[in-house]
C-alpha cells in the first residue's frame, strides 16, 4: 500500500514545488560573499493595502501653501513631516494633521542656507542635513532653524569637486553620493569618480561601498546616460542597523548589502528581464542628455540607453525588508495599479510584491514613503522635475493644476 502511494506523494510534492518557485531562494557562498537567488515571483503572492487619505496641501483650493518641487519626505521621533522643497530652497515641516508648523533654511549661501537642494536626512546629532548638489556641501540646521554647521565636499583650489545626489542616514551610519571630479588643465584631462560612501562626524569620506571611475581627455568627451548619469548614488539605503543596501549594477536585479565598515554582508538576487524604454521614456532621456551637453559642450556627442535601470529606487523598512521599485514597476505598472514594490526579507527572500492603488498618474506623480506606514503623493512631480530640462514632461498644453502633497496610511 505504501509503494502504490509514494508516486502520487511525489507527484504531488513536485505540483507543489512547482506552483511556490519562490520558496525555493537558494543560497551560495562565492569568494566569501554569501549569495540569495530568488525566482520571479514572491513567496508570499501580491499584497495591495488600503490606502487611507488623512490630509493634502497645495493645489488649486489652498492659497496658503506654495509647493515648487517637492524631492524628499521625511518624519521625526513626534510624527512631523518634513517636506525638502528643491525649486525654493526651504524645508517646510508640518504636524501629523498637516498643520504647517514651522520652515527651516532658505535659498543662499550664508550660514544654513542652500541651493537647489537634492537629499535629507537626520543626523546623529540631532540636526537635519540638507545636501546641495552643486557645488556639494552638507549643510547642517537644528530643529529650531539655527545654522548648525556645514560640511563642504571637495577642494576646487585643488581642481577638485563635488556634484552630490545621495544621502541617508541610519545607525548612526551616514552614508552620501555622488561625483568627485579632478580636472588636469595642463594635460587636458578629467577624471570622474562616482562613489557611496559613508562621512565621518567631520564629513570627511570614510568607507566606500561602491565606486567607478571614469577618465577622458577634454576632446574625446561624450556625454553619455550610463557614464555620466546613472549611478549608485540614487539606488541606496541605510538601514536602522547601519547597514548600506545598494543597487550597484545598472542592468543586473542585485541588492549588495554591507556592513558599515563597507565588507560585504550578502548579495540578492531576483530573476528579471530588463524594460526596454518606450517612446515617451526615450523622448525624456534624449532630452535630459542633450540638455545637460548644450549647456556644457554644443559640440559633444550625447548617448543615452535604450533600457530602464532594473533597480529604479531602493528604501529599507524598520522591521529591515527591503523595498524595491523597479523599471517595470516606474514605467509600465499594470493597469489600476499606481506603482508596486518588490519586498525582501532582512534575509534577503522575495517575500511579496505590494501594490499601491491611491489615485494619480505614475507619467506625472511620485510617491515617497515616510516612516513604515505613511505614503506622500506629490502630483505633477515629474513636470515639474522634467522641466528643468526642456520641457521633457507632458505635452498638455492646458495650464497645470498646482503641485499637491497627499498624505495617506497603508492599512
Known amino acids: 500500500m505504501i509503494a502504490r502511494r509514494l508516486p502520487h506523494m511525489t507527484a504531488a510534492l513536485l505540483l507543489l514545488i512547482l506552483a511556490h518557485p519562490a520558496l525555493a531562494a537558494r543560497e551560495t557562498t562565492e569568494d566569501g560573499v554569501l549569495h540569495v537567488w530568488n525566482g520571479s515571483e514572491p513567496a508570499n503572492g501580491v499584497k495591495t493595502p488600503q490606502m487611507e487619505e488623512l490630509w493634502r496641501i497645495g493645489g488649486w483650493d489652498d492659497e496658503e501653501t506654495i509647493l515648487g518641487i517637492i ?17 525654493l530652497s526651504e524645508i517646510k515641516v508640518f ?26 536626512a537626520f543626523l546623529p546629532d540631532g540636526t537635519i542635513g540638507v545636501l546641495q548638489a552643486f557645488p556639494g556641501r552638507v549643510v547642517k540646521l537644528n530643529l529650531d532653524n539655527t545654522p548648525a554647521g556645514l560640511w563642504t565636499l571637495g577642494d576646487p583650489s585643488q581642481g577638485a569637486f563635488y556634484i552630490m545626489r545621495g544621502l541617508r ?102 530573476e528579471y528581464e530588463s524594460w526596454v524604454r518606450d517612446e515617451r521614456a526615450a523622448k525624456i532621456w534624449q532630452t535630459i542628455m542633450e540638455t545637460i551637453r548644450n549647456q556644457q559642450a554644443p559640440q559633444a556627442p550625447a548617448k543615452w540607453e535604450d533600457t530602464e535601470p532594473d533597480i529604479e529606487f531602493i528604501r529599507t523598512a524598520d522591521d529591515g525588508s527591503i523595498w524595491v521599485l523597479n523599471s517595470r514597476a516606474m514605467w509600465a505598472p499594470p493597469e489600476g495599479v499606481f506603482t508596486y514594490y518588490d519586498v525582501f526579507t532582512a534575509d534577503g527572500v522575495f517575500d511579496r510584491q505590494v501594490n499601491l492603488t491611491c489615485p494619480g498618474d505614475p507619467q506625472e506623480d511620485m510617491v515617497f514613503f515616510a516612516g513604515d506606514d505613511l505614503a506622500f503623493m506629490v502630483t505633477g512631480f515629474w513636470d515639474s522635475a522634467l522641466s528643468q530640462f526642456g520641457g521633457a514632461g507632458s505635452e498638455d498644453e492646458e495650464e497645470a493644476e ?3 502633497v497627499i498624505c495617506y496610511r497603508l492599512r
Open 71 to 87: 524631492n524628499k519626505v521625511l518624519i521625526d521621533d513626534d510624527d512631523n513631516i518634513y517636506l525638502m522643497d528643491a525649486q
Open 402 to 404: 498646482p503641485m499637491q
Open 95 to 120: 504636524s501629523p494633521e498637516g498643520e504647517q508648523i514651522n520652515v527651516i533654511g532658505k535659498e543662499g549661501d550664508g550660514p544654513g542656507e542652500f541651493r537647489g537642494p537634492t537629499d535629507m
Open 169 to 270: 542616514q541610519g545607525g548612526g551610519n551616514i552614508v552620501a553620493g555622488g561625483t568627485e571630479q579632478h580636472i588636469d588643465q595642463a594635460q587636458g584631462i578629467v577624471k570622474r569618480e562616482t562613489f557611496l560612501s559613508s562621512l565621518t562626524p567631520e564629513g570627511l569620506r570614510d568607507h566606500t561601498y561602491a565606486t567607478s571611475v571614469l577618465e577622458f581627455k577634454f576632446q574625446d568627451l561624450v556625454f553619455d546616460e550610463k557614464a555620466l548619469v546613472d549611478g549608485v548614488d540614487r539606488r541606496f539605503d541605510v538601514n536602522r542597523e547601519g547597514k548600506v543596501v545598494v543597487g550597484a549594477a545598472r542592468n543586473a536585479y542585485e541588492i549588495s548589502v554591507f556592513n558599515p565598515d563597507g565588507t560585504p554582508d550578502r548579495i540578492i538576487h531576483r
